[in-house]
């Protein structure tokens, strides 16, 4: 029980310290950000709800991707310690790594792109790097 109180209260730090976050969009390479944090969008209720069923999605998605990149980079690791290197194999793991990781980052920023209006999509496009699968 104590356990479940302590994992609430560092969640509710976690995100009370996303809400600080810098709106001056036009100096944004010069300034910090904080991750995924879209205040600097001024979302009406309509578009904030979309968004955040969108990030909500994402979030899901982005661990699938993990679990199974983690998986291909074992699997990767054993390629390695093999006594004859299997080139064609190795290329194709880390291809559909790769590929994974840009479906993920398409389908999400399609999404959004989707809700966010022409100004709203010229200060998101500042954050673009936030977003891309790693």
Avoid: G, P
């Avoid at 356990?3 to 969640?11: A, G, H, Q, V, Y």
């Avoid at 976690?14 to 969008?41: G, P």
């Amino acid at each position: 029980m104590k356990i479940l109180k302590i994992l609430t209260l560092i969640c509710s730090l976690l995100l009370s310290f996303s809400l600080i976050a810098d709106d001056d969009y036009e100096h944004e390479h010069k300034k910090s950000h904080i991750y995924k944090n879209l205040d600097y969008l001024n979302l009406s209720k309509s578009q904030h709800k979309e968004i955040k069923e969108i990030v909500i999605e994402y979030r899901k998605d982005y661990k699938k991707f993990y679990k199974k990149r983690e998986k291909l980079q074992k699997r990767l690791q054993e390629l390695l310690r093999e006594e004859k290197f299997d080139k064609k194999n190795y290329e194709q793991i880390s291809k559909e790594i790769h590929e994974d990781a840009i479906e993920l980052e398409i389908e999400t920023l399609q999404n959004i792109h989707s809700v966010l209006s022409a100004s709203q999509r010229e200060r998101f496009s500042y954050y673009l790097r936030e977003w891309q699968v790693e």
